[in-house]
């Protein structure tokens, strides 16, 4: 054994010297390792025997001491179990008190995407709406209005429209011509046409199964706190595509009107500072927040910044966001919920309502944006004599090419856009220099409209909104119809919209804070 | 040297009782002698509140009551101590006063047996240089 080695094992030698024979040669061999063992041993005995000759006693003491305060810190140690175990025991107690005293706690549970959820429930669970009772049928279906609701901010009727013989496939087809507002004059005064027109400021389908279509459409607010509003509904239009996924429609007559009173429940008013989002089309400086049980609009402000190289100077932007998240929950903007300038002249946009009546300072985040670029319109005559062409645009190529086919002559407009961020808003038209000609399109190309100027009522015209195109992702989009072949010779497409989508690599907060709306 | 806390004090003061030797002779070392009624019942106030539950983390809350004490006796064998670093001073604490075996003694200055036994006996010996004519 060497030096090191047994240096190394002088405390186990010392406690056991019979098992380490080795060591014990090594020391009655080496004086060095010895004198070094007789110094550790030494001190060690030393430290021991300083150590056994301790005053003893103290934790016999201690245990003699513990009887009068036993009781209590025993009953505390089991009042820490308990407290340990209440996280568990009362888990169920806060769920329940949570969905009891928080109805926004069901959304958030039963489902975290805002465009899924039925903003019924929501209003029900604050008893906020009215339910409505209106009922018509005719031959084909059964109308009904189920539920009003007014703010501030909006007024939303909630109809439900039944096919009679139970066909899933229905869906309304109301548009403004179909749907009117009997005594929209009084209601809306300083809007209504006259002739019982009412702008639709958005109609959404909630749900359609089983023969049933939900859907809302959505007004300005109404002009008193307390109004009745006298609905008529004109027309819908049924699908008759073979396959439900087609869109091929019939339009029937409804001729129901149906009455419903509304009550206008007051609103929740925020300020937005230092709410400022600049860009490449200029500044949006948001001001105030207006919190309804129907929506939540948000205005704005918006300074134009030095007309782009790639735009007409003419054009304009109008902001959209695309993604706004409140207490956890991300909202998309609904797309049937347009931008319209109020009367006070503000810019505005609307959200899906999640803390009304909370009226406490919150803050909320803003994610991608859509900007609307209008003035940028594509506008080509296309001659009889032309077969193809190609035209670029702010947001990629618009190629249109004539065919032939059994039914005859059509004219297809491929519509493919360059970059991920910047869209068409569709709403293609053709004219033949004497009338406007408006188009349908669909993506497959699965039904035809024929170009006849008669015939094609202005207001049907089927235009891809900005939302549908963000969640579509869809950048090769095909418009087929077919030419009149009384046309007159020359074509002209009309393609007014372009929508970019900003996206934002951080979310912006934004913090919202109440006052007294006077 | 293994006890079961059940939650109350009472076997936390039974497991101080059996380990008394141990405890005085390791208060010795600190000399912490005439203050250990009140340390233990600090400790034991501790051990309750963290609720501990191992022979080493007790022992380790006694050592470390016995540190923060911070006492550097200038008599006895005792006082060659203070010649050692902290983690020395514990680790031959642990094994010569208070009788710990090694490998707890290793535990509970978080090192090593080998090493610890090493570093026991370096100290050892350094002391003896220190002190050579006792």
């Excluded at chain 1, 509003?229 to 029937?252: G, L, Q, W, Y």
């Excluded at chain 1, 109008?318 to 956890?328: D, L, Q």
């Excluded at chain 2, 005439?34 to 400790?43: G, I, N, V």
């Excluded at chain 2, 509970?108 to 002391?127: M, P, V």
Aim: glycine share 4%.
């Amino acid at each position: 054994m060497m030096c090191r080695d047994c240096s190394a094992m002088l405390l186990r030698y010392m406690q056991n010297p019979e098992a380490y024979p080795d060591c014990r040669r090594h020391l009655s061999q080496c004086a060095s390792c010895r004198e070094a063992y007789d110094d550790v041993r030494r001190q060690h005995r030393a430290f021991y025997q300083e150590g056994r000759f301790a005053k003893k006693g103290a934790a016999y003491q201690l245990k003699e001491s513990i009887p009068e305060g036993f009781n209590r810190t025993n009953a505390q140690k089991t009042y820490l179990k308990w407290l340990k175990l209440s996280p568990i025991l009362l888990l169920p107690l806060l769920v329940a008190a949570l969905f009891l005293f928080y109805p926004q706690a069901y959304y958030w549970a039963a489902d975290y995407t805002p465009l899924d959820y039925d903003p019924l429930e929501r209003m029900q669970a604050e008893g906020i709406i009215v339910d409505a009772s209106a009922e018509a049928e005719t031959e084909e279906v059964i109308v009904r209005l189920t539920e009003v609701a007014a703010d501030e901010n909006q007024t939303h009727v909630y109809f439900e429209m039944e096919s009679v013989n139970g066909e899933d496939i229905y869906e309304p087809f109301i548009y403004f011509s179909a749907v009117e507002v009997e005594n929209s004059s009084e209601l809306w005064p300083d809007h209504a046409s006259g002739d019982g027109m009412m702008n639709i400021e958005g109609m959404e389908t909630i749900s359609q199964e089983n023969g049933v279509h939900r859907g809302r459409i959505m007004y300005p607010p109404i002009n008193g706190e307390k109004e009745t509003v006298e609905m008529r509904f004109i027309s819908a239009a049924k699908n008759v595509a073979d396959h439900p996924e087609d869109r091929a429609v019939d339009e029937i007559p409804l001729d129901v009107s149906l009455e419903e009173e509304i009550i206008k429940q007051p609103v929740d008013v925020y300020t937005l500072p230092d709410a400022e989002i600049s860009g490449e089309a200029g500044t949006i400086t948001l001001e105030e927040m207006y919190v309804g049980p129907t929506s939540t609009r948000i205005t704005y402000e918006r300074s134009r910044a030095e007309a782009r190289s790639d735009m007409p100077q003419n054009h304009m932007e109008r902001f959209i966001p695309y993604e706004a998240e409140v207490k956890g929950t991300t909202f998309s903007l609904l797309e049937t919920y347009q931008v319209l300038s109020r009367d006070d002249g503000k810019e505005a946009f609307y959200l899906e309502s999640t803390m009304y009546h909370d009226n406490e300072p919150l803050s909320f985040q803003l994610g991608n944006y859509l900007l609307y670029h209008r003035g940028t319109h594509l506008e080509e005559e296309i001659a009889e004599e032309d077969t193809e062409g190609f035209y670029d645009v702010p947001y990629g190529r618009v190629h249109f090419y004539k065919d032939t086919n059994e039914t005859g002559e059509t004219l297809v407009v491929e519509v493919e856009e360059a970059e991920r961020n910047r869209f068409g808003n569709f709403q293609f038209q053709l004219q033949d220099g004497t009338s406007s000609l408006p188009v349908q399109h669909d993506d497959q190309s699965a039904y035809f409209t024929t170009i006849d100027g008669e015939e094609i009522d202005q207001e049907s015209i089927y235009s891809l909104s900005a939302m549908e195109r963000v969640n579509m992702l869809n950048h090769l989009t095909r418009f087929t119809f077919e030419l009149n072949p009384s046309r007159s010779d020359t074509l002209t497409l009309i393609n007014s919209h372009y929508v970019e989508l900003i996206e934002r690599e951080e979310e912006m907060t934004i913090e919202a804070e109440p006052y007294t709306h006077n | 040297m293994s006890q079961t806390l059940d939650g109350s004090m009472k076997p936390l003061a039974e497991w101080a009782e059996v380990q008394d030797d141990r405890i005085a002779a390791a208060a010795v070392a600190y000399g912490v002698e005439e203050t250990l009624d009140e340390l233990l019942k600090t400790w034991m106030h501790q051990a309750f509140q963290a609720d501990l539950s191992s022979d080493l983390k007790l022992w380790d809350l006694l050592f470390t009551l016995f540190e923060q004490e911070n006492i550097h006796p200038e008599e006895g064998e005792r006082r060659k101590l203070n010649v050692l670093e902290p983690e020395a001073k514990r680790a031959v604490a642990a094994y010569s006063y208070a009788e710990l075996p090694l490998p707890f003694t290793a535990q509970l200055i978080q090192s090593g047996e080998t090493e610890t036994e090493t570093r026991i006996i370096q100290s050892l010996q350094y002391i003896r240089t220190c002190f050579p004519e006792d």
